[in-house]
């Protein structure tokens, strides 16, 4: 019976060649389209959404000191955020900070005696406690000591090898900065490559403790040169440390107040600014529910993403909407076939399921048309949204999902 649906299926593509080319044609794009903008979309909403604990992990974010537009968050805060946290907020498992030195000249000496010297991108400093908080995993050195000494540093797999090519990079000395600030400094980890879909990008992680400025520093609300990030109690309540952040600059921002601008708390918020300590979701960073001046990258945008959406929506629907028109009109045509084989003895459920099956079998003509366009098309869809996305059906749950759905909805 099967092959009868085939054999009908075929014969029928030949008698109506162009009718097929164009219902083929509109659902390869509607396919190819969606499937594009789903294996976008699911990138940008599954940032840092990887790591241990994602959904306890929290930025402190405080209000945009250094502008007039005091409504919008800051990402940045200074040493002090850190401590005052630490100290009110018994909620709190975990805190590490994340500075940025900025970009810098790095030099090595092989055993050739040659001095490989690249201007680095993508550095930061981060706590001790970095790989306890975040889920980059080390494929060499030990994550709980890899930062904890001052002049240490870990590489990512690819920055090592740009560096050391085939040598074994653990104990390596590498030359940071230039002149004066030069300092050097020892390979004691090396990171997996980090995912496309995390904020926290970087190539080289350096110890905090190699900047004694920050430690010196510890008291200061207005050096905004840090990010911090804390671990919440699983069993903590989000709502009640929200309230508790709001009374933590009243109290701890008054120092810092008084010994750089010389005026009390009061007195600020007098002057018509705020200063208040906000919770972002580290999974809400790249798409944020509001405006935040990120340090590390910019995010993205929420309504653009849901303009994707809906725009895929809207092209499976016209694309459905196209099929069963052009579909409709055809039938017109083959009132005469049908009348033939139903004199023939074909019953009405066998006519029913023999074009459910002609539709089906355009579906997976569709399908695997889609499935190799896309596979030819990614590189360059790449280059033009700017990411490294990768088009796999086994290693993508959701996405056989929506494949799923599209088959359906096409077969409906």
């Known amino acids: 019976m099967l092959t009868h649906y085939f054999v009908h299926f075929f014969r029928s593509i030949q008698r109506q060649k162009l009718f097929s080319l164009i219902n083929l044609l509109g659902l390869t794009a509607g396919i190819t389209s969606a499937l594009l903008i789903f294996q ?48 009110e907020l018994p909620e709190v498992k975990l805190i ?8 810098q ?12 010297t690249f201007d680095q991108t993508h550095i930061l400093a ?14 060499k050195g030990n994550p709980a000591s890899a930062l904890r000494q001052a002049n240490t540093m870990v590489m990512t797999e690819k920055t090592a090898h740009k560096y050391f090519g085939d040598e074994d990079p653990m104990g390596k000395l590498v030359r940071m900065g230039t002149g004066e600030q030069q300092q050097t400094f020892e390979v004691t980890g090396i990171v997996k490559d980090l995912p496309s879909n995390t ?28 990010e911090t990030y ?34 009390s708390y009061a007195d600020y918020v007098k002057s018509g600014k705020k200063w208040e300590l906000f919770l972002q979701p580290i999974t809400g960073i790249h798409l944020p529910s509001k405006v935040v001046y990120n340090r590390l990258a910019n995010d993205g945008n929420m309504v653009i993403m849901y303009s994707l959406v809906g725009a895929a929506i809207f092209i499976i629907l016209l694309s459905c909407v196209n099929f069963m028109n052009l579909s409709t009109a055809q039938f017109t045509k083959r009132m005469k076939e049908v009348s033939v084989r139903k004199i023939l003895g074909l019953s009405r459920t066998s006519l029913s399921i023999g074009y459910f099956m002609e539709a089906f079998i355009f579906c997976v003509i569709a399908f695997g048309i889609s499935l190799a366009l896309i596979q030819a098309l990614m590189p360059a869809f790449n280059l033009l949204v700017g990411r490294e996305l990768h088009f796999s059906l086994l290693n ?7 494949l799923g759905v599209l088959l359906f909805a096409r077969k409906t």
């Open 40 to 87: 976008y979309a699911q990138h940008e909403f599954s940032y840092d959404t990887f790591h241990h604990d994602s959904s306890n992990i929290y930025r402190i974010n405080q209000t945009f000191i250094w502008g007039e537009n005091s409504n919008h968050e800051f990402a940045s805060t200074g040493p002090g955020v850190a401590y005052a946290v630490k100290e």
């Open 96 to 103: 590490s900070s994340i500075h940025t030195p900025g970009d």
């Open 105 to 116: 000249l790095i030099s090595y000496t092989n055993s050739n005696k040659q001095v490989i």
């Open 126 to 139: 981060a706590d001790s406690n970095f790989f306890q908080l975040f889920n980059f995993p080390l494929v």
């Open 199 to 226: 904020y926290l990008q970087f190539e080289m992680l350096v110890s905090m403790t190699s900047y004694p400025v920050i430690k010196k520093l510890y008291w200061s609300w207005v050096w905004t040169q840090l």
């Open 230 to 263: 804390v671990l919440l109690d699983p069993s903590a309540s989000v709502a009640q440390v929200r309230e508790k952040l709001k009374a933590i600059p009243p109290k701890h921002a008054e120092a810092t107040l008084q010994r750089v601008m010389n005026m």
């Open 396 to 402: 993508n749950p959701n996405l056989l999902m929506a």
